[in-house]
């Protein structure tokens, strides 16, 4: 399982030290992968500080292009000579406020994998196609139009709802164990594909999000924020294996 935490545009250095002063005396699972995704200019202090606690480093989002002169993007050359891991691709954020479509998030989650870092790339319905039922065929056509051509192992498809994002309301347990297998039928010939639930996951509502066979983790936000949350969050995961 894989329990994400997306920092977003939170917390600063300091906020990096303290989490390794918690997390140092707390113990990682093997079979449970912590990741942390801090702001760009937190990841190389990130890495550093935290390697040695077996936390995993991503970024929030990278450049579809290589290089160039394309001012305040962040390339993926970048992200990898860090040492991150992961880089989200396609968060609903990303897509609304910077007009990130699919098309850029197929090209640039191509670029994330040709530099051997693992995509995690966001799907999600809005209200009104939820209202319409139309959210499994949605998703499935996000899908087709996001996931790299010629992919066949090492990627993480993040199920985030937009109408559950910071709102406090999530899907019903059937509703996630429903859209979880219809992507996970999609995706059927990736090898190493983890399917993870994020929007309003939280301490009290992780455990039965668990409990889903077709579960393999969370992608946190506003929870991600409260330390000692999120480890709870991390601890419910363990208790499901």
């Known amino acids: 399982m894989l329990i994400a935490g997306n920092w977003k545009m939170n917390l600063k250095y300091d906020d990096i030290l303290k989490f390794r002063d918690i997390v140092n005396d707390?113990?990682?699972?093997?079979?449970?992968?912590?990741?942390?995704?801090?702001?760009?200019?937190?990841?190389?202090?990130?890495?550093?500080y935290l390697s040695n606690c077996n936390i995993e480093i991503g970024a929030q989002t990278c450049s579809s292009e290589l290089n160039g002169a394309y001012t305040g993007d962040v390339s993926v050359e970048i992200i990898s000579d860090i040492g991150c891991k992961y880089c989200i691709i396609g968060h609903s954020e990303r897509r609304e406020f910077h007009n990130e479509t699919n098309s850029f998030i197929k090209k640039a989650s191509t670029l994330v994998l040709s530099k051997n870092i693992i995509p995690i790339i966001c799907v999600g319905e809005s209200e009104e196609i939820k209202n319409k039922k139309d959210t499994n065929q949605f998703i499935r056509n996000q899908i087709r139009k996001c996931v790299p051509d010629n992919i066949n192992s090492d990627l993480v498809i993040a199920y985030e709802?937009?109408?559950?994002?910071?709102t406090g309301i999530i899907p019903s347990y059937e509703e996630i164990f429903n859209v979880h297998t219809n992507i996970i039928d999609e995706l059927s010939y990736i090898e190493n594909l983890k399917v993870i639930y994020g929007g309003s996951v939280n301490s009290e509502n992780c455990a039965k999000i668990f409990e889903l066979n077709t579960v393999h983790g969370a992608l946190i936000g506003g929870s991600s924020l409260k330390f000692k949350d999120f480890l709870a969050i991390y601890k419910s995961a363990v208790k499901q294996l």
């Open 161 to 166: 709802p937009l109408w559950a994002i910071g």
């Open 26 to 48: 707390f113990k990682i699972d093997n079979r449970v992968e912590m990741a942390i995704f801090p702001q760009f200019p937190l990841l190389y202090y990130a890495k550093e």
